[in-house]
């Protein structure tokens, strides 16, 4: 069974940072692509970063230079490093399995984690 624990958000003001960090377990992680994906009210869960396991990564346009995505094998555990924050960036952050050819037009995963709530505002 797939586990999937988000943590590291919270409150922020435009222009400042976080820094996501998921820890996945009952998968092998290490030949795993992995991907942070973001669902903000209303709208539907959109892929926003992705790392393969060979470190290769990819963004969707709207977090492009802002957001790095990384990951430590050793700890089961990707990273999202979130830089110059905006209110359209308020969202529940997940991670979880990504395409492994780091496609972003793919079916999602079934089993999600809770999430992590991040909020942009003054």
């Known amino acids: 069974q797939v586990q999937l624990v988000e943590s590291g958000g919270g409150l922020v003001q435009p222009g400042g940072s976080l820094r996501l960090s998921c820890v996945a377990s009952g998968i092998v992680f290490n030949i795993n692509a992995m991907g942070w994906y973001r669902q903000a009210p209303g709208k539907q869960r959109e892929l926003v970063a992705q790392i393969s396991s060979g470190l290769t990564t990819r963004y969707a346009d709207s977090v492009k230079g802002r957001f790095a995505i990384s990951r430590d094998n050793a700890k089961n555990t990707v990273n999202l490093q979130m830089n110059n924050l905006s209110p359209q960036d308020t969202a529940v952050y997940f991670c979880?399995?990504?395409?492994?050819?780091?496609?972003?037009?793919?079916?999602?995963?079934?089993?999600w984690g809770q999430g992590t709530q991040v909020t942009v505002s003054s």
């Open positions: 979880n399995q990504a395409d492994p050819m780091l496609r972003f037009e793919v079916s999602y995963p079934p089993e």
